[in-house]
């Protein structure tokens, strides 16, 4: 290897401080940032990553793992008897179906596509159906196969212009949906094939809501790839909002939801970035807009609406580590309000996070219990509910660590 080639944190032998700087650069984020996060002085992060401080604790590690998004704990530690996934969820038993599905490259309908209404139907009923099912990755995991077949052949035997633009629109949802089932899975190119031609199917569309949802899913996968992609995720969020802001006037429900959708998004990633005083601005626009929607009304792919936005607060408050701020606006939000099962369980899983940084350990494991009954999948995906559950099945609390390992048994952290 030469001189200039960056080290492969993922060799033997390479100190813990060592993995941490190698991981942290590769985010693109600076040691200050990393202290801010983890509520440490940049001097503590520069001495670890420098080995003049030892391999810290189980909780502290987790809260790194948290902030460099590193995908399986091993990766942090060099240690193989730690390989617990974090931020990225097992296989899904119906993921080859759907990668299969998704990588086939058909030039030809080798039958008759269905009609874009009884698509449309299929589309109506697979998104019910992830919202009101608790294992909704194995419901929709079923569908999409056969979605996606359809709906590519639905465009190639389009028979006008604004035929094939409907068809479109059509594939783009249905691009939408498989990355909800895709999301935290272990094949981040397929997410990315997913995201890009979502984008480009939506474009083809021209559908001012289509192209919303689209931009909507993008901005969130560029976010979550870490702090490097921040910029990349307000570009596409943005200049969205620009575009769809002549059509707001005279928008129907869905525009407008989309662009409320748009705004908390722009503002979850000012949260990230620590920029208090942009993330609350864009969530008091997102609450102007779910003002002027329907109080019944809820958008099938965001979830944006009345009842979402005090779930979009508690999520602000954590992502800001504002922990007595998130609590009290986990006391304001009506949770039950939610009809989605998965989005009552990811309000949960805010809940959780917001109660632990606010010293309530207890609470954070009930309240994580309470999102598993909403939807076991929601939480055996998530990265933030695995490092709570992990973190505290350490405590020194034989309660807490009881609850804790029995948590991570039901959400197959830890065998049985």
């Given at each position: 290897m030469s001189p200039e080639a960056t080290p492969d944190p993922f060799a033997e032998p390479i100190a813990f401080g060592q993995r941490m700087q190698i991981l942290r650069t590769r985010r693109g984020m600076s040691r200050s940032v990393l202290a801010g996060l983890l509520g440490k002085s940049q001097s503590w992060v520069k001495q670890v990553e420098g080995g003049r401080l030892q391999m810290p604790k189980l909780p502290t590690i987790l809260r790194i793992a948290e902030a460099l998004r590193v995908r399986d704990l091993s990766d942090l530690t060099g240690d193989h008897s730690m390989a617990v996934a974090l931020f990225t969820g097992p296989g899904h038993a119906r993921l080859p179906q759907v990668q299969a599905a998704i990588n086939l490259y058909p030039l030809s309908a080798r039958r008759e596509a269905p009609t874009p209404e009884h698509l449309r139907q299929r589309l109506v009923r697979a998104w019910g159906a992830r919202h009101s099912a608790p294992n909704h990755r194995d419901v929709i995991g079923a569908l999409l196969p056969e979605l996606?077949?359809?709906?590519?052949?639905?465009?190639?035997?389009?028979?006008?212009?604004?035929?094939?633009?409907?068809?479109?629109?059509?594939?783009?949802?249905?691009?939408?949906?498989?990355?909800?089932?895709?999301?935290?899975?272990?094949?981040?190119s397929l997410l990315w094939r997913v995201v890009e031609r979502g984008m480009i199917a939506a474009q083809e569309s021209e559908d001012p809501h289509t192209i919303g949802v689209s931009a909507w899913l993008a901005a969130q996968a560029h976010r979550d790839s870490g702090p490097a992609h921040f910029d990349a995720a307000d570009a596409v969020n943005l200049e969205t909002l620009h575009y769809l802001e002549p059509f707001l006037p005279d928008a129907d429900d869905d525009v407008l939801a989309i662009a409320g959708a748009l705004q908390f998004e722009a503002g979850y990633t000012a949260a990230r970035r620590g920029d208090t005083g942009t993330a609350w601005r864009h969530w008091d626009m997102a609450r102007s807009m779910a003002d002027r929607l329907p109080t019944d009304y809820y958008h099938p792919v965001t979830s944006f609406s009345h009842a979402v936005m005090g779930a979009h607060a508690v999520t602000i408050a954590v992502e800001l580590n504002a922990g007595a701020e998130s609590v009290r606006q986990a006391a304001a939000a009506d949770t039950m309000a939610i009809p989605s099962r998965p989005r009552r369980a990811r309000h949960r899983i805010e809940e959780a996070r917001g109660y632990q940084l606010d010293g309530q350990a207890e609470v954070a494991l009930a309240t994580l219990d309470k999102a598993y009954e909403a939807a076991?999948?929601?939480?055996?995906?998530?990265?933030?509910?695995?490092?709570?559950?992990?973190?505290?099945?350490?405590?020194?609390?034989?309660?807490?660590?009881?609850?804790a390992s029995e948590l991570a048994v039901k959400v197959g952290i830890l065998a049985a």
């Amino acid at each position: 290897m030469s001189p200039e080639a960056t080290p492969d944190p993922f060799a033997e032998p390479i100190a813990f401080g060592q993995r941490m700087q190698i991981l942290r650069t590769r985010r693109g984020m600076s040691r200050s940032v990393l202290a801010g996060l983890l509520g440490k002085s940049q001097s503590w992060v520069k001495q670890v990553e420098g080995g003049r401080l030892q391999m810290p604790k189980l909780p502290t590690i987790l809260r790194i793992a948290e902030a460099l998004r590193v995908r399986d704990l091993s990766d942090l530690t060099g240690d193989h008897s730690m390989a617990v996934a974090l931020f990225t969820g097992p296989g899904h038993a119906r993921l080859p179906q759907v990668q299969a599905a998704i990588n086939l490259y058909p030039l030809s309908a080798r039958r008759e596509a269905p009609t874009p209404e009884h698509l449309r139907q299929r589309l109506v009923r697979a998104w019910g159906a992830r919202h009101s099912a608790p294992n909704h990755r194995d419901v929709i995991g079923a569908l999409l196969p056969e979605l996606i077949r359809d709906a590519r052949h639905s465009v190639m035997q389009a028979d006008s212009a604004s035929e094939r633009r409907r068809a479109q629109a059509i594939l783009s949802e249905v691009y939408s949906l498989s990355q909800f089932f895709i999301a935290y899975q272990p094949d981040a190119s397929l997410l990315w094939r997913v995201v890009e031609r979502g984008m480009i199917a939506a474009q083809e569309s021209e559908d001012p809501h289509t192209i919303g949802v689209s931009a909507w899913l993008a901005a969130q996968a560029h976010r979550d790839s870490g702090p490097a992609h921040f910029d990349a995720a307000d570009a596409v969020n943005l200049e969205t909002l620009h575009y769809l802001e002549p059509f707001l006037p005279d928008a129907d429900d869905d525009v407008l939801a989309i662009a409320g959708a748009l705004q908390f998004e722009a503002g979850y990633t000012a949260a990230r970035r620590g920029d208090t005083g942009t993330a609350w601005r864009h969530w008091d626009m997102a609450r102007s807009m779910a003002d002027r929607l329907p109080t019944d009304y809820y958008h099938p792919v965001t979830s944006f609406s009345h009842a979402v936005m005090g779930a979009h607060a508690v999520t602000i408050a954590v992502e800001l580590n504002a922990g007595a701020e998130s609590v009290r606006q986990a006391a304001a939000a009506d949770t039950m309000a939610i009809p989605s099962r998965p989005r009552r369980a990811r309000h949960r899983i805010e809940e959780a996070r917001g109660y632990q940084l606010d010293g309530q350990a207890e609470v954070a494991l009930a309240t994580l219990d309470k999102a598993y009954e909403a939807a076991p999948e929601t939480i055996r995906y998530n990265g933030y509910a695995r490092r709570i559950i992990l973190e505290e099945a350490e405590s020194k609390s034989s309660g807490q660590r009881r609850r804790a390992s029995e948590l991570a048994v039901k959400v197959g952290i830890l065998a049985a």
